[in-house]
């Protein structure tokens, strides 16, 4: 049981190129989760996911896109990457339910030059 | 007024301390508390998860709630150098069918041998 895992785990980009997230869970969890992380802004939701085939909107969309297709697969796009796409990237996952426990993957290092 | 305020620290102490840490919220709706752990460089995992009001305790840590003052902490007895992290609290928003949380910012707390 791996839980949530993320590749890759450090990328250096330079500004407009694109690239792929890819977020993975093997426990059956309905909802996925996509966030940065940014010293003193906290944790902040990209965009998510209820279901296979759906994505929703979170706080900082902008800049990104993401897919669904497969239950366990939750991927995040960035089609023209900027400097301020610099961050750490994680990906949760969770079953629907009041608490909604979130687990989280490791974390991707992205650096946009 | 943010939803979640945190106080990021960073808070130092020596081991065998008690830490308080401490997170206040502003919507009285909210019941479901969480308080998520998070080492460096990895992601965030969850540490414990309290309902409505009053205390929770597992082993060396307790969540308190005072719903009356919107205010959560999270007691660390007899801390060890281990319990070097930043914490996070956290608070489902409920809102519908997602169960997106509220992440306060963090409090990085450093436990000195």
């Known amino acids: 049981n791996a839980g949530v895992t993320q590749t890759p785990k450090f990328r250096v980009l330079k500004t407009g190129q694109s690239m792929t997230l890819l977020c993975a869970q093997d426990?059956?969890?309905?909802?996925m989760y996509w966030y940065r992380q940014d010293p003193g802004m906290g944790l902040r939701l990209i965009h998510y996911s209820v279901g296979e085939g759906t994505t929703a909107k979170g706080e900082v969309p902008d800049g990104y896109n993401v897919s669904r297709l497969k239950k366990q697969n939750f991927l995040l796009g960035l089609e023209s990457a900027a400097p301020s796409q610099t961050s750490v990237y994680f990906c949760?996952?969770?079953?629907?339910?009041?608490?909604?426990?979130?687990?989280f993957g490791p974390g991707t290092r992205l650096t946009v030059l | 007024q943010k939803e979640v305020e945190q106080d990021p620290g960073p808070l130092s102490v020596p081991e065998g301390a008690i830490v308080s840490l401490n997170c206040t919220y502003s919507?009285?709706?909210?019941?479901?508390f969480m308080w998520y752990r998070q080492y460096s460089r990895k992601g965030p995992e969850l540490l414990m998860y309290t309902y409505s009001s009053g205390n929770k305790e597992d082993g060396r840590f307790t969540a308190q709630v005072d719903k009356s003052s919107k205010y959560i902490s999270l007691f660390i007895r007899d801390s060890q150098p281990s319990d070097s992290a930043t914490y996070l609290c956290a608070i489902p928003r409920n809102a519908g069918n997602n169960r997106k949380l509220i992440w306060g910012l963090g409090t990085s707390l450093a436990v000195n041998p």
């Open positions: 949760a996952s969770s079953f629907p339910g009041r608490g909604g426990e979130q687990f």
């Open positions: 426990m059956n969890h309905e909802y």
């Open positions: 919507n009285s709706a909210f019941q479901y």
